[in-house]
């Protein structure tokens, strides 16, 4: 059980185009999800938190209309890069949570995006 | 606020040998801990938490880890090391009374050398 999928795995795209990275927790219904990011040899850096239903709260410096989050329903939540640029080429991991499991977080297997 | 330290980047170890990586954490409550591996391009796995109770705790794959209290350490040990355990390893800490924020630290990349 808590499996969390997202996708897609990896994408490529042109600069000044938007990418929507989906996360979702297969069998179980998250309250919270999480959007990480992650620079080569680097550690995760929390880009933002986001409840179902409400907005997303957001960590001091990530832009929030840069990294637009949507938690629609109990078991997905997406990340829109909009206007993408080569900068926000990087690793994105979601994860999600359950009061059910005691708030443990369970990992994605992250979306690799690169932007040209 | 709560952090997390990974004093090494790197760790090599000889297969068969035991393997140690540490961690040490500073929170201002009583903390959760973890531990997480990652492949390349790859999300993170879990390998093991402690919340409560025994100090000594048993993962995935044959992973331990003790919780000192005193020293503010969780390091990560396993008694014989595999190939296949060549991987980076993050600790990470969460806070009982936080709302659910985890900090990881930056990661130690465990080569195991046949």
């Known amino acids: 059980g808590a499996v969390v999928s997202q996708h897609p795995s990896w994408v490529i795209c042109k600069s000044g185009t938007s990418v929507k990275i989906e996360c979702r927790s297969l069998?179980?219904?998250?309250?919270?999800m999480f959007w990480y990011r992650q620079f080569p040899k680097q550690s995760l850096m929390l880009m933002a938190t986001?409840?179902?239903?409400?907005?997303?709260?957001?960590e001091q410096g990530v832009e929030k209309d840069k990294f637009l989050i949507n938690h629609a329903s109990l078991t997905l939540s997406t990340l829109t890069v909009t206007s993408a640029h080569p900068e926000d080429s990087s690793f994105y991991i979601c994860?999600?949570?359950?009061?059910?499991?005691?708030?443990?977080?369970?990992f994605g297997p992250g979306t690799r995006l690169t932007v040209l | 606020a709560q952090s997390v330290a990974q004093p090494e980047d790197q760790v090599n170890v000889a297969e068969g040998n035991p393997l140690t990586v540490k961690c040490t954490y500073s929170?201002?409550?009583?903390?959760?801990l973890f531990w997480y591996v990652q492949y390349p391009n790859r999300g993170l796995q879990f390998l093991l938490k402690?919340?409560?109770?025994?100090?000594l705790v048993k993962g995935s794959y044959g992973f331990e880890a003790e919780f000192n209290k005193s020293q503010t350490s969780f390091h990560l040990k396993k008694p014989s090391a595999l190939v296949s355990d060549s991987a980076l390893y993050f600790c990470?800490?969460?806070?009982?009374?936080?709302?659910?924020?985890?900090?990881f630290g930056t990661g130690t990349k465990l080569q195991v050398i046949p």
């Open positions: 994860s999600a949570s359950s009061r059910a499991f005691d708030n443990e977080q369970f």
């Open positions: 990470a800490v969460r806070d009982m009374g936080s709302y659910q924020k985890v900090t």
């Open positions: 069998d179980f219904q998250a309250t919270t």
């Open positions: 986001s409840n179902e239903g409400s907005k997303a709260t957001y």
């Open positions: 402690y919340i409560t109770g025994d100090n």
């Open positions: 929170v201002s409550g009583n903390p959760y």
